[in-house]
């Protein structure tokens, strides 16, 4: 289809067909072992439009008003497409007058597409009715699309009838470069055996190639066409059988060494290298791991990828190949065709390989782990941090999916041990830069804990208390605009928070002056504030009163919290606020922030957060005298809505009750009997009223006399 697709005959005939039209194309090919989209019906509808809207970008308010009008910025939701949309939007197209096009879609593969073919065909059929759409599309001959297109006689090509001639010629060729053999052979029975193979290979190359591969023992042996035609029906139609057969044929010693191969090369994102295979043929578990540093002289390297070519050909007939003749360290290993990699990546064939291998501890993806960090160790000339970003990858994938971060710790002792020196270009926040700093930002507890047990000095936990509680990115510094935005540090792995190391955010101290952007995402921010982190380095010994990196932590974390005090409605923010003051930060010298928090407008249920804060400040040993009078402040200001009166009414009560001086509210009570007597002369602001009725209740209640004398009477009777 490709070919087809690349073809100078299908880009004339295509010419032709649209005349002076713009002539728009698009191709997609469906394949089941890809990811979600290269199987799916949005995966199609999506490329399609993307690649027309490419060509013409005057037609996104056309098939898209809806978008198109959108005044407001771009939002993750709109990444979201639905078939729905998309069905609409080629309607759209196909109605469309605008701009005179003619479309070109060629599709391959709908047999591999995952969901009921009628789906798929309803669209071709339905868009194909319009003359400016041209379709050409591929599928092995399943009943649905037999039905819906087999029947189209001149505008239909089956592939096996198309390449016969072809498959019959490489068969022929293949034969009579074996010249010793071909030359001293009846031609009538190599004529027979050819035309058998070329009726058994049902149009298929790949089975042909593999067939006359495993012909040749027989080739160079010379054994006579009868031979050579009966070792031809004992290999089964059909690729899968005969890949399965070919398996089976590998010498049963090597089994556990092929299954270990295979099972690496499907695990692996991209083709491993042949110096990889080279260094998966150590069967020490722990190799690769281990924290030396002994590189191969350039001889050694070259001898070891020669001697794995020859292993990997000799072993395992061909299937894995080089993807040069010029073979190096560098050369890249590949199945011999995709469809190979397809059928051992089914659950079926991993299971067959694992019964291959003995051994209960191989996994496939240490093993990748390994073999990486084997090549940055042993291979390169000078180490950075881009040599070990594989390895990095593959372990936070391995502590995402098992939960056991050993592997992940033992990468980054590697990275630390290598190239802790270079962190400071890469980090830039304090004097302190290395892995523990990033554990801070992270909240990563478990790997300060994993350095503890292993460090011969003290680790200074204050400083990993400032980069965890004042030590935030930069405005716009999430962790989004470094990595996925559904990062999650603790179940992603603390590799996949640094990689890759090319860009990574810049941390800086903040003390509340100046552009700082404290709102945050609690899992997609690198400088979030983590609350168990916090109470994790207290338990460990950090002081709350102490200097952290040349920083007065405890000081600087306050001015943060005032110089934006939107910081105290989330959560995590009043979570560490109260970590510091239950481990002893000192209260009594910042009654400024006191009363500033106390006087912050809280929304409903947000109120109970102040009352905590405060019982616990009482208890620490904060006299509520001392800001109560912050608080009578602010009863002079009208704030007549139920929920603000209700909150300071609790408030008043709640300062009584722990000792505020009640004599600190006679010249606000006779203000507001003032305010009062004011009001209801004059008839109006009745909800005023009721708030400052509803305070003198509370102090009637807990500290003011009625009878008081009030400009020369009691306040009850002016009243």
């Not at 995402?521 to 102490?546: H, I, Y």
């Not at 919290?561 to 560490?576: C, G, M, Q, S, Y």
Request: proline share 3%; hydrophobic share 40%; glycine share 4%.
């Amino acid at each position: 289809m490709k070919f087809l697709e690349d073809h100078l005959e299908t880009k004339k005939a295509l010419q032709q067909w649209s005349k002076r039209s713009l002539l728009v194309k698009s191709s997609f090919y469906f394949w089941h072992s890809g990811s979600e989209l290269q199987k799916s019906l949005l995966g199609l509808l999506q490329s399609l439009l993307y690649h027309v809207l490419s060509v013409c970008p005057n037609l996104v308010s056309v098939i898209f008003p809806d978008r198109w009008n959108r005044n407001d910025d771009f939002s993750p939701s709109d990444a979201v497409w639905s078939d729905q949309e998309l069905h609409r939007a080629f309607e759209k197209l196909k109605t469309q007058t605008s701009i005179g096009a003619k479309f070109y879609f060629h599709v391959d593969g709908l047999d591999e597409y995952e969901g009921d073919p009628s789906d798929v065909i309803d669209i071709i059929e339905d868009l194909s009715l319009s003359p400016h759409f041209k379709f050409c599309v591929s599928s092995r001959p399943w009943n649905e699309f037999e039905y819906a297109f087999g029947q189209k006689g001149s505008q239909l090509l089956r592939l096996h009838e198309l390449t016969r001639e072809d498959i019959e010629l490489f068969t022929w060729d293949t034969l009579l470069s074996y010249r010793v053999y071909t030359e001293n052979s009846n031609k009538d029975l190599l004529a027979g055996l050819v035309l058998e193979i070329v009726d058994r290979a049902q149009g298929v190359f790949l089975w042909v190639r593999l067939v006359l591969q495993n012909l040749r023992v027989s080739l160079v042996n010379q054994d006579s066409a009868e031979i050579l035609l009966e070792r031809l029906k004992t290999l089964p139609i059909g690729l899968k059988k005969l890949f399965k057969h070919i398996l089976n044929s590998v010498d049963s010693f090597y089994h556990p060494y092929m299954a270990r191969t295979f099972l690496t090369a499907i695990e692996a994102k991209e083709p491993l290298k042949m110096i990889h295979y080279a260094f998966l043929e150590e069967t020490d578990l722990s190799f690769g791991f281990e924290l030396d540093f002994v590189r191969l002289s350039e001889s050694e390297q070259y001898e070891k990828v020669l001697r794995t070519q020859k292993q990997l050909n000799g072993r395992y007939m061909g299937l894995l190949e080089p993807s040069t003749t010029l073979i190096s360290n560098q050369t890249t290993v590949d199945f011999l065709h995709r469809t190979l990699r397809d059928f051992l990546a089914t659950a079926r064939m991993r299971e067959y390989l694992q019964l291959l291998e003995p051994s209960s501890e191989f996994d496939a993806r240490l093993a990748i782990c390994r073999i990486y960090l084997a090549e940055a160790k042993r291979t390169t000339q000078s180490l950075s941090l881009k040599d070990f970003e594989l390895a990095a990858q593959v372990a936070a994938l391995i502590s995402k999916e098992s939960g056991d971060s050993f592997y992940e710790f033992l990468v980054l002792d590697h990275i630390e041990l290598v190239i802790g020196q270079d962190w400071p270009a890469h980090l830039r926040c304090s004097s302190y830069h290395n892995m523990l700093s990033i554990a801070a930002h992270l909240g990563r507890l478990d790997y300060v804990q994993h350095r503890i047990k292993k460090a011969s000095d003290p680790i200074d936990m204050n400083c990993l208390l400032m980069h965890t509680s004042v030590c935030y990115p930069r405005t716009g510094g999430t962790i989004s605009s470094v990595l996925r935005a559904d990062f999650d540090p603790e179940k992603d792995g603390f590799c996949a928070a640094i990689v890759p190391f090319d860009r990574l955010p810049t941390f800086v101290v903040s003390s509340g002056q100046g552009e700082w952007n404290p709102a945050y995402n609690e899992k997609t921010s690198v400088g979030c504030l983590k609350p168990a982190m916090v109470q994790g380095l207290f338990e460990l010994g950090a002081d709350p009163n102490s200097v952290g990196g040349g920083i007065q932590i405890w000081n600087t974390f306050l001015q943060n919290l005032i110089a934006h005090p939107n910081t105290l409605k989330e959560e995590a923010w009043r979570d560490v606020l109260l970590l510091f003051i239950q481990n002893g930060a000192s209260i009594n010298d910042y009654t400024d922030c006191w009363s500033k928090i106390l006087t912050m407008r809280y929304e409903p249920g947000e109120e109970l957060y102040c009352v905590r804060l405060f019982e616990l400040l009482f208890r620490r040993g904060l006299k509520a005298s001392t800001i109560f009078t912050t608080l009578l402040d602010t009863l002079t200001i009208s704030r007549p809505d139920k929920t603000s009166n209700d909150h300071t009414k609790s408030l008043i009560q709640f300062f009584l009750r722990h000792g505020a001086d009640a004599a600190q509210i006679s010249n606000i009570n006779n203000e507001m009997i003032t305010d009062m007597m004011c009001y209801m002369e004059k008839g109006k602001d009745l909800a005023v009223l009721d708030s400052h009725i509803s305070k003198l209740e509370v102090f009637f209640k807990y500290a003011l006399d009625p009878n008081a004398p009030f400009q020369g009477d009691s306040s009850n009777r002016t009243l």
